[in-house]
């Protein structure tokens, strides 16, 4: 079962040993709410973790870094999260990481693949999930591709809907909208997303912090899990 959820930006320049002391405190909003999470990740006493990223590496990496700095962790292939009803924890005191890469398929797909990740977690275990992912690359002219008017508007609208815990607004958005918005996590999310639905979670939105000082959308909001 699911003990915490999250939703988590990935861009390396967050780590202190990639991103100079200038570009961090240009994100210190970002940094502070992910270092806000990691004792509630911790509280939370995860046997497992999901990540769900578009990326490997950093899509992996920075997230465990903030959020499970204070955990002892075993990373395991992508192919192990589907044998998760029959997994016994091996290491004592050691939390199994699951990362698991979207792919090109549509936002309701992943939601759908969520839901199938959902059937197969041991309901005996707390478990944890990372849905990493940055929100639109194009905010700014400067940016990394550049600015596009539905960048801003793709931000926002997704954490309207969020918000509201509209699903369905978030399963429907535009595929042209998406694509001029150039977002990077939003199949990651509906992963998440599919997920609780699919345990019958209920949880409370939360939103951490938005920025995006160097073109990129970060968005960092917490899945505030109610016990049954």
């Not at 320049?13 to 210190?28: F, M, N, Q, W």
């Not at 990326?55 to 395991?76: C, E, K, M, R, S």
């Not at 997994?87 to 839901?115: D, R």
Request: aromatic residues 10%; hydrophobic residues 40%; proline residues 8%.
């Amino acid at each position: 079962m699911l003990t915490f959820a999250c939703i988590s930006p990935h861009p390396p320049l967050i780590l202190p040993t990639v991103g100079s002391a200038e570009d961090r405190t240009k994100v210190k909003a970002t940094i502070s709410s992910l270092e806000s999470l990691a004792p509630k990740l911790a509280a939370a006493k995860p046997e497992f973790i999901i990540v769900s990223s578009p990326h490997p590496d950093w899509g992996i990496q920075v997230p465990l870094y903030f959020l499970a700095h204070n955990l002892q962790f075993t990373i395991y292939n992508l192919q192990s999260i589907f044998n998760l009803s029959n997994f016994k924890l091996k290491i004592e005191n050691s939390a199994a990481v699951f990362p698991i890469l979207t792919t090109l398929e549509s936002p309701k797909e992943h939601y759908e693949l969520g839901k199938i990740i959902a059937r197969s977690l041991p309901r005996a275990q707390r478990g944890g999930w990372i849905a990493s992912g940055d929100m639109s690359h194009r905010l700014k002219e400067d940016g990394p591709y550049g600015l596009h008017p539905s960048g801003p508007k793709f931000d926002q609208k997704f954490i309207e809907l969020l918000k509201k815990k509209d699903t369905e607004g978030i399963l429907n958005l535009d595929p042209d909208f998406l694509e001029e918005a150039g977002e990077c996590g939003l199949r990651s999310f509906c992963m998440l997303l599919g997920a609780l639905e699919e345990l019958k979670i209920t949880w409370e939105p939360e939103i951490l912090s938005y920025e995006g000082p160097f073109g990129v959308g970060y968005l960092v909001a917490n899945f505030k899990i109610k016990k049954a």
